[in-house]
């Protein structure tokens, strides 16, 4: 189903006053949208993403209540960003080869970090590793879209990992722990000791809210590039933080 179709649908159905605020903030539908999908797999669409955005959307409008005290842009970002990462986890969006990837990286950054006393390079995590250097870096860009957390880091060695066996787990939720203000602090220390180039990439990119091309631009690199430093500061941070993600 099309946007203008979807909107065309709700349209026929819903008040007046929901329309107004599904019509006024469908654009907020796109800009989570590609914020989104610049940390996700290139084999996931954009357009499937906004398609459930809006159905998250046309949700908060309904299930608005104005009384709550909250402005309806901040409850339908909630709603939005949920329905889009529920889609997500229904449908495996990372594949299991690049996770199994990204934890070896892990683990080669976390023991060379403690034999030198400071962050390897990449040439040097690809030597660990025992494959090329460029062979490396096509593993940090497959694994676009790895994440700090994963609902996989909270299951018992030899469970399934799917993620949707977690989605209503309320006691094993990566969002709990990333309200934690013990986490965060030590989320905060953990930046701050990333390579000079990645720290300002996750600033750009978390703080500014710049797309991978913008932060391209920032950097002069390309944006495969930039995906690249992303999934390996991602593991630097997962890595310092392994304490928290058993």
């Known amino acids: 189903m099309s946007s203008n179709r979807a909107l ?9 006053s929901e329309e107004d605020r599904v019509q006024q903030h469908a654009p907020l539908v796109r800009k989570i949208a590609y914020h989104m999908i610049s940390k996700l797999p290139a084999s996931v669409d954009v357009d499937d993403l906004i398609q459930v955005g809006l159905m998250g959307l046309m949700e908060a409008a ?3 209540d104005i009384d709550a005290g909250v402005q309806f842009e901040t409850f339908a970002s ?11 986890r229904s ?19 976390v023991a060379l970090e403690q034999q030198q006393g400071r962050q390897p390079t990449e040439g040097e995590v690809a030597q660990a590793l025992n494959i090329p250097l460029d062979e490396y870096q096509t593993m940090l860009g497959d694994a676009r879209g790895h994440q700090l957390l994963h609902y996989e880091d909270f299951e018992v060695e030899g469970e399934n990992d799917q993620l949707d066996q977690y989605a209503a787990d309320h006691s094993a939720n990566p969002a ?3 309200s934690d203000e013990s986490f965060r602090g030590h989320l905060i220390e953990a930046i701050s000791g990333l390579p000079e180039r990645e720290k300002l990439l996750m600033a750009l990119y978390y703080d500014e809210e710049l797309n991978l091309k913008e932060i391209g631009a920032v950097l002069g690199v390309s944006e ?8 390996q500061a991602v593991a630097r941070l997962r890595g310092k933080l392994k304490d928290w993600l058993i």
């Open 8 to 16: 065309s649908l709700y349209r026929s159905t819903q008040s007046s």
């Open 62 to 64: 309904r299930n608005f």
């Open 78 to 88: 909630q709603r939005i960003r949920g329905a889009m990462l529920d889609e997500l």
């Open 91 to 109: 449908a495996d969006w990372l594949p299991r080869q690049a996770r199994k990837n990204m934890r070896e990286i892990e683990r080669a950054i």
């Open 176 to 178: 709990d722990v990333l």
């Open 224 to 231: 495969s590039r930039v995906c690249q430093l992303h999934s």
